[in-house]
């Protein structure tokens, strides 16, 4: 490798200089606001008014946080929302999965018309009015079946898994077959273990679009005892910033909630996905390249 | 092992002549097969197909007692009146700014950020880079707009003021018609950009080292070896990507752009589903509603069939 190189222009060093310092940039500008919110939440309310605060806090004062442990609507949004979550992300991915490995399967009859079934769907939908009559009429609204059933099998994520089945050798599903496996065993035992990084990439963006998902609970439930957290951030951001929103929903509060404590639920409601984030973000670039190979 | 495949090939011998047979054979081999397949059919049938029948609904006046059997078939009444309705002009212009913001602005962006990644250098400092870029596609949008909200508030935003001193008067960027394409786009570059990156980086692992090493031979500089060697690399998944954005043209990020409208900007601000969202959910014109999204959904289908037909023309690979 050292051989190689021997010669670099100026130029080419310059260049190299200022990509790695305006790619920092671009880091910290990424990063900022995070460090704004957490350092605001973290701030005592008279620093947060006369802003004596940036990306670090001045004074620490836990008041925000205080208040939110005790408030019970939040603490219930919050297991909502992990409940909303974990069993959304199980069905999504046990359903996606489990259509992937047969739609790869090239003995399967009525293969083509099925891939192009699913394919359609991606170019055309029905739109959310007869989608939001459907669910009505099966009585899933005010349900959590409405968050988990209508957006449970992302057509995009489908394909990418499929394309990482088809690409694992046929030879280890024969030897399976020998041994005695059924299709199940054969998709249980020998695919499944063989895409793990595959799996965890697409059960971390299931799982973030269930924590994420803020317009679906607005069409579907009303109930504010089944809020997730995001109605529940959305509204007291709308409340500490003079806007409108359902007070009913966060009142035990009792009061207009102050700046510092809207920044201390968005920490509160970004704090999951941040803790995941670094055990799951090496598998991206493996777990998309799949992606990028046409198949 | 041996018995069963002589079962079958009796059954074989005995039926050869039907089709529909061979079928059954295939069906009861297979079996399990299909019992995995039944939840995400079903799921297709019922959560996709089931609201495209149901677009129906756009062409009667529906009422929710009676059904989409008993409501009363209209044709094309709500279609007309949408073309007339004064909205409609303005609604498609907020859309097309929006879209143009998007595929002008925001579109270029994640292609050069990922040719800049890929000249760094030192690995540790790439990953990181990719970690830290990565990380604001993870936030939901209500946090963004919520965060958007507080720095950019009228009564003690952070911004507001910094802004203020720019401009030489008070800005308010959350209600001013005049920043609203510039706010949204602002947030989905924070928010995409980065993670847009990922498609053309997977790209560019597939790229053959000895290329770069055959042009320094032959005297190419860093700009040649990019334009000539690293760009036609990820010129396939630039074209998909841009098939796949014309499709979405009209499907201006809804979950957005529904967070920070406000009656002071709702002029600017309407988009389709937007406005979709208003008919129907809380005016209750359910089939008018529904009409504007199949309008939405047609034009949507024509883009992107219209942009692959051309990408295939001019020798490119299309998406289907």
Same mark, same amino acid.
Request: glycine share 8%; net charge positive.
């Given at each position: ?20 310092? /305006?790619? !920092?940039?671009?880091? =910290?500008?990424?990063? @900022?606001? +995070?460090?704004?919110?957490? $350092?605001?939440?973290?701030? &005592? ?62 003995? /399967?009859? !009525?293969?083509?018309? =099925?891939?192009?079934? @699913?394919? +359609?769907?991606?170019?055309? $939908?029905?739109?959310?009015? &007869? ?62 273990? /063989? ?101 | ?320």
């Amino acid at each position: 490798m050292k051989q190689k190189k021997i010669k670099q222009s100026a130029a080419s060093r310059v260049f190299d200089a200022a990509n790695v310092l /305006l790619l !920092g940039g671009v880091s =910290l500008i990424c990063l @900022v606001p +995070f460090l704004y919110v957490i $350092s605001a939440s973290l701030s &005592p309310l008279s620093d947060i008014l006369s802003r004596k605060f940036f990306i670090y806090p001045k004074h620490i004062d836990l008041t925000a946080y205080k208040y939110l442990l005790t408030s019970n609507t939040l603490l219930k949004a919050m297991g909502n929302s992990v409940i909303i979550t974990a069993v959304g992300t199980f069905l999504s991915m046990t359903v996606t999965v489990m259509t992937a490995y047969v739609l790869s399967k090239p003995q /399967l009859m !009525g293969r083509r018309v =099925l891939n192009a079934m @699913v394919v +359609f769907t991606m170019l055309f $939908s029905g739109g959310m009015i &007869p989608t939001y009559l459907v669910v009505s009429g099966m009585k899933l609204t005010d349900t959590w079946w409405s968050l988990w059933l209508p957006g449970c099998v992302s057509a995009y994520n489908m394909i990418l898994i499929r394309t990482s089945i088809s690409s694992l050798p046929s030879e280890l599903e024969e030897a399976a077959v020998i041994d005695g496996c059924n299709h199940f065993q054969c998709f249980y035992k020998i695919v499944l273990p /063989l895409i793990k990084p595959t799996l965890a990439t697409f059960a971390l963006f299931y799982a973030v679009g269930y924590w994420n998902d803020y317009f679906n609970s607005v069409l579907y439930i009303n109930d504010s005892t089944k809020y997730p957290i995001q109605i529940w951030l959305r509204n007291i951001v709308m409340l500490s910033s003079g806007g409108f929103a359902d007070a009913s929903s966060v009142s035990d509060l009792g009061y207009v909630p102050p700046q510092n404590i809207s920044y201390a639920v968005i920490v509160f409601a970004t704090m999951p996905i941040l803790c995941m984030y670094p055990f799951v973000q090496k598998f991206f670039t493996k777990g998309m390249m799949v992606g990028s190979v046409k198949g | 092992m041996s018995g069963k495949k002589k079962k079958e090939a009796t059954i074989i011998a005995g039926n050869n002549a039907g089709g529909m047979t061979k079928v059954m054979i295939r069906f009861r081999k297979d079996w399990l097969l299909y019992l995995m397949l039944l939840p995400g059919l079903l799921y297709f049938l019922i959560f996709k197909y089931g609201p495209m029948l149901g677009l129906i609904t756009a062409f009667q006046d529906y009422n929710a007692m009676l059904g989409w059997f008993g409501s009363k078939f209209v044709g094309l009444k709500h279609f007309k009146r949408f073309f007339m309705d004064p909205k409609f002009f303005q609604i498609f212009r907020n859309t097309l700014v929006l879209a143009f913001f998007n595929i002008v602005v925001y579109f270029p962006l994640p292609i050069i950020l990922a040719l800049l990644i890929n000249e760094l250098k030192f690995r540790k400092y790439k990953n990181l880079v990719q970690s830290v870029l990565y990380l604001p596609h993870f936030i939901s949008w209500v946090v963004v707009a919520g965060i958007c909200t507080t720095l950019f508030s009228a009564e003690n935003g952070a911004l507001t003021e910094a802004l203020g001193g720019l401009f030489g008067r008070e800005v308010r960027v959350l209600s001013e018609s005049s920043f609203f394409p510039g706010l949204i786009t602002g947030q989905v570059i924070w928010k995409e950009c980065g993670w847009g990156t990922i498609i053309f980086l997977a790209a560019l692992t597939g790229v053959d080292m000895q290329l770069y090493e055959a042009a320094k031979v032959d005297g190419a500089n860093r700009w040649q070896q990019m334009w000539n060697i690293t760009l036609p690399a990820i010129k396939a998944t630039i074209i998909t990507l841009l098939i796949l954005r014309m499709g979405s043209f009209l499907n201006t990020g809804f979950e957005q752009i529904f967070l920070m409208l406000n009656s002071m900007n709702r002029d600017v601000g309407e988009v389709f589903d937007t406005y979709v969202y208003q008919t129907a959910m809380t005016n209750g014109k359910i089939s008018y509603g529904s009409a504007i999204g199949l309008f939405k959904s047609v034009v949507c289908l024509v883009l992107v069939m219209g942009t692959n037909h051309i990408a295939k023309k001019s020798g490119e690979e299309g998406v289907y």
